[in-house]
């Protein structure tokens, strides 16, 4: 029987071991696991003192829905790197649609599977389920395209 795979610390959000990376906003996972050319695991552990916690919902703080977007963008952007080299970038290109089922507060773990589909030479098909332990938390089908590094324009503040 072989071991699965062991999570590994996902890349930092700026510049980290000679590549390029978009500035993330946060690093909005925790550990990636990569368990073929097309599935990858993520794990987040909500905390209360992350910065765009306080005040999201003033009486019932929950991790925001655009950060679990965010979650599912940073393991499918670890997936690229892993499986094609840090000389490839994932960009999203579109949202086909969110369904968000339970919120996720302080201390709870936000559990990713991406399964990653190749549409043509260029793009990547994601479909991700997010869980709250046995709750199944949100589900998110996006589209990504896949392009040199040296092509990625960063834009995020």
Same mark, same amino acid.
Request: proline share 10%; net charge negative.
């Given at each position: ?16 071991? @000679?590549?390029? *990376?978009?500035? #993330?906003?946060?690093?909005? !996972? ?8 097309? %599935? =990858? ?45 840090? @000389?490839?970038? *994932?960009?999203? #290109?579109?949202?086909?649609? !969110? ?8 201390? %709870? =773990? ?48």
């Amino acid at each position: 029987m072989t071991a699965p795979p062991t999570p590994r610390p996902v890349p930092g959000a700026a510049v980290e071991a @000679g590549r390029r *990376a978009r500035a #993330a906003p946060v690093p909005a !996972v925790d550990s990636c696991t990569v368990l073929s050319a097309s %599935d =990858v695991t993520a794990r987040k552990l909500v905390r209360a003192d992350d910065p765009y916690m306080e005040g999201h919902y003033p009486d019932v703080t929950i991790y925001p829905g655009a950060f679990l977007l965010e979650s599912v963008y940073q393991a499918v952007l670890h997936l690229v790197w892993e499986t094609r080299g840090t @000389g490839s970038f *994932a960009v999203p #290109a579109r949202i086909d649609s !969110v369904r968000f089922l339970a919120a996720f507060g302080p201390g %709870d =773990v936000l559990d990713i599977r991406c399964a990653c589909t190749p549409s043509g030479p260029d793009g990547l098909d994601v479909t991700a389920e997010c869980r709250k332990g046995e709750t199944r938390a949100a589900k998110v089908s996006m589209s990504f395209r896949i392009v040199p590094a040296a092509d990625q324009e960063v834009t995020d503040a």
